[in-house]
């Protein structure tokens, strides 16, 4: 449908945005935990409504909460809970070590590097690191390990500070970031600034073209203010005179995208095929066509329908069921199906952060993961589905009383 809303435009070109995406209606703050003792208090709820651009297709949420709300001294987001995030990062600076020789004259800048998950593996090597995080709690626990790091929002301004204290860039790292800046040119034009002139900037980020191919709505939530296809983020680097030479789909998030970039006159870097593979890839599946991204929505409430239905038919048939992990994602899913205790009567999470709070908006309660072995569900439900393997081989003993996994990703099927 064309709605044209005239209080919104496109945070990159500036164009008015006219068309819906898909709109989850109204939903808490994703990564906003309810205190037992809070849990009769006023909780806020502000749209999910998702505009593409009708010029240069960002997919993008308004900015309708300051970024401050999200990033705070209170962030529950831990990278390094994840063993299978630490294991994907160490083979990231295994890699980018073989194949751009990093040494100890070189500075590595990391932005938004969360409790230093990454970073750790290039101080092991004795590298200069430096991490650029706003949260202060998870910037603390990277300071315990012995990483220098600064609690800021990374912007042109930071930058320029940086700069003058003789800290230009030889690599910049910006992992899963890219979709939580509301202003993009004052990012992608900060990380321009910062990089040396031969330098280079990894850029990892979900692939637009899986959620809407796997219909991964349940990855939109406030936190995350734009998404991107490859066709998108060429644009917007281009603009900032920074080329794109190399990109790589990887498994995280349901499907990412990492890409390499440089200064538009590094001649150093050649363009590697995998480029324009891409870019004629998405182009095939119908990235510039407007009508391409106004069919997701029907794809949603298809899903929706389905996955409610099955949780019923379960209840009605006396199967307890519960749920693995305290996700954001999972928050966008269960808000938007208006799934509460009544179908999943609790869930389990390994961050002591979460564990004994409530999930906002639905108030199911979060446990430790032992609660499984006492209680003995027939349903596990894992709401963090990009963790399916490593979550269902930690909990495997729920088969030893007929337990099954079930995710939210695909059709309901359980494993």
């Known amino acids: 449908m064309k709605f044209i809303n005239r209080l919104y435009v496109c945070r990159f070109c500036k164009t008015p945005l006219k068309y819906t995406f898909v709109n989850l209606g109204m939903s808490p703050i994703a990564n906003t935990y309810i205190k037992p ?4 208090k006023m909780e806020p709820f502000y749209p999910l409504h998702v505009y593409v651009c009708n010029k240069c297709f960002l997919v993008q949420l308004p900015s309708t909460i300051a970024r401050e709300v999200h990033f705070n001294n209170h962030y529950a987001y831990f990278s390094s809970y994840a063993k299978s995030w630490l294991q994907h990062s160490k083979n990231y600076v295994d890699m980018m070590m073989r194949r751009f020789k990093f040494d100890k004259r070189n500075l590595i800048v990391e932005i938004a590097s969360n409790d230093g998950y990454l970073l750790q593996y290039f101080k092991e090597r004795h590298i200069r690191i430096l ?22 929002f990374f912007g042109l301004e930071v930058a320029r500070k ?6 230009s860039a030889d690599l910049i790292i910006a992992n899963n970031v890219l979709a939580h800046v509301p202003d993009l040119n004052d990012f992608v034009g900060g990380m321009r600034k910062l990089l040396k002139p031969n330098g280079l900037i990894t850029v990892e980020f979900p692939h637009l073209y899986h959620l809407i191919k796997n219909v991964e709505f349940d990855t939109i939530y406030h936190e995350h203010y734009s998404y991107f296809s490859f066709l998108t983020v060429e644009k917007i680097f281009a603009y900032h005179n920074l080329t794109i030479f190399d990109v790589e789909e990887i498994p995280t998030h349901g499907g990412s995208l990492r890409i390499f970039a440089k200064h538009i006159k590094n001649k150093n870097l050649p363009i590697n095929k995998s480029v324009e593979k891409l870019r004629n890839k998405e182009i ?30 379960q209840k009605k ?16 899913f269960l808000n938007y199906c208006g799934i509460g205790s009544d179908l999943i009567e609790y869930t389990v999470d390994a961050s002591p952060y979460k564990q004994n709070h409530l999930l906002p908006g639905t108030h199911i309660p979060i446990y430790s993961p032992r609660k499984i072995r006492q209680t003995r569900p027939d349903l596990v439900v894992i709401l963090p589905w990009n963790l399916r393997n490593e979550v269902s081989r930690q909990m495997n003993f729920i088969h030893s009383w007929g337990g099954k996994f079930l995710t939210t990703k695909s059709t309901p099927s359980v494993f």
């Open 131 to 152: 991490g650029i995080e706003p949260s202060g709690n998870t910037a603390s626990a990277a300071k315990k390990k012995g990483i220098l790091t600064i609690v800021k």
């Open 317 to 332: 048939k006396g199967k307890s069921i519960v749920g693995y992990g305290a996700p954001a994602k999972g928050n966008t």
């Open 37 to 40: 003792e809070d849990i009769n």
């Open 162 to 167: 940086l700069i003058k204290n003789k800290k």
């Open 284 to 313: 095939n599946s119908g990235h510039k066509d407007i009508n391409m991204y106004l069919r997701f929505k029907n794809q949603v409430q298809k899903k929706k329908q389905l996955f409610l239905e099955y949780l019923i038919r």
